[in-house]
């Protein structure tokens, strides 16, 4: 089975310091600092309250599907974006909820783990991620060249056991790819394709490569969208056609640009969808301040596209818009499609 699957997954590790208690400075102040010798403070912030609102993702609409709307419910992953569903294998369970999308459109769509009646020689973990490649900040214009990309950037602690091959899951396309760390002795199993212009993968892990052959193998029950390609899976059927950069001044009939009252310097991605009739039906914030998301919603529902069209029909159209600055360099374009 090994022979079969496995594609890259970027797995940022997070470092904690420790730090020792020693002894205070002179003089240390009695109120807050670093060196403070009051560790109680007077006024405590309520359960739940956030006191000032950061970036976070929001949409224009809670009807039409965002990535990050999946859920687990009755032991079934569903993920209505991105058309597809997952039987969360038996005695597996999701305990933590993924983080926000970052800006760079990078998501956690699920994570599982063992259940306290799981019964094996080794525990392992699922992790189903999602890469906007829109605003990738990898050289990759699909799931395939991003999984050659992460291959090729291997820490040297790490041995590839299988690269990048192709194969079939749930009778979709993927790509799967294999690697190892030979002092930790666990393994990473990745299948990978592209939906709506997303890289979706899933990340196996285990020690026991027996137990890694058996999920990916359950993995053939799981529904997908026709689409589902690592080279292609750029919408179309049931999903609008996702094109890349297409709101440009080729496409472009009105432009309003947003008047931003505050300067901020955090990148703003976004995510549309225009109609058959060249109008902005759907905004997606993957991270924006509560007034950006305002000031931009405000410009685009102003905007107007040339209407695209498909085998001579009009067709909804989904694109990503980045505005401010990216704060890594994106990943090459693609090139647009034509309207009419």
Request: charged letters at 20%.
């Amino acid at each position: 089975m090994r022979s079969r699957f496995l594609c890259s997954l970027l797995v940022v590790a997070s470092s904690l310091s420790v730090w020792s208690q020693a002894a205070k400075p002179p003089n240390a102040p009695r109120n807050g600092g670093d060196f403070s010798d009051n560790v109680q403070p007077g006024n405590k912030v309520p359960t739940g309250v956030i006191l000032v609102k950061g970036a976070w993702f929001s949409a224009s609409d809670s009807v039409t599907p965002v990535p990050e709307g999946g859920s687990v419910s009755n032991n079934i992953f569903s993920n209505q974006y991105f058309g597809m569903s997952y039987a969360v294998p038996p005695d597996w369970e999701e305990k933590y909820k993924g983080p926000p999308p970052s800006d760079s459109g990078r998501y956690v769509l699920l994570q599982l783990r063992p259940a306290d009646t799981f019964k094996g020689p080794a525990r392992g973990s699922i992790l189903v991620t999602a890469q906007d490649m829109f605003f990738t900040p990898f050289p990759a214009n699909n799931a395939l060249e991003l999984v050659n990309y992460s291959k090729n950037h291997l820490q040297a602690d790490y041995k590839v056991e299988l690269p990048p091959t192709r194969t079939t899951v749930a009778g979709h396309p993927f790509t799967f790819y294999a690697y190892w760390s030979p002092i930790a002795e666990l393994h990473w199993y990745v299948l990978a394709t592209e939906i709506r212009c997303h890289a979706v993968q899933i990340l196996v892990t285990s020690r026991d490569t027996k137990l890694l052959e058996n999920l990916i193998a359950d993995m053939n029950k799981m529904k997908l969208p026709e689409e589902a390609n690592p080279t292609a899976g750029t919408g179309g059927g049931a999903f609008p056609v996702c094109i890349k950069d297409y709101a440009n001044e080729e496409n472009l009939i009105t432009r309003v640009d947003p008047v931003l009252t505050e300067h901020k310097f955090n990148p703003v991605p976004v995510r549309i969808i225009i109609d058959k009739e060249g109008k902005v039906k759907h905004i997606h914030f993957l991270s924006a301040f509560p007034d950006q998301a305002k000031a931009i919603t405000d410009a685009l529902n102003q905007w107007r596209f040339k209407r695209y069209m498909r085998g001579g029909k009009p067709t909804e159209v989904e694109t990503g818009i980045m505005f401010g600055r990216a704060s890594y360099p994106m990943g090459r374009a693609a090139s647009n499609a034509p309207a009419e």
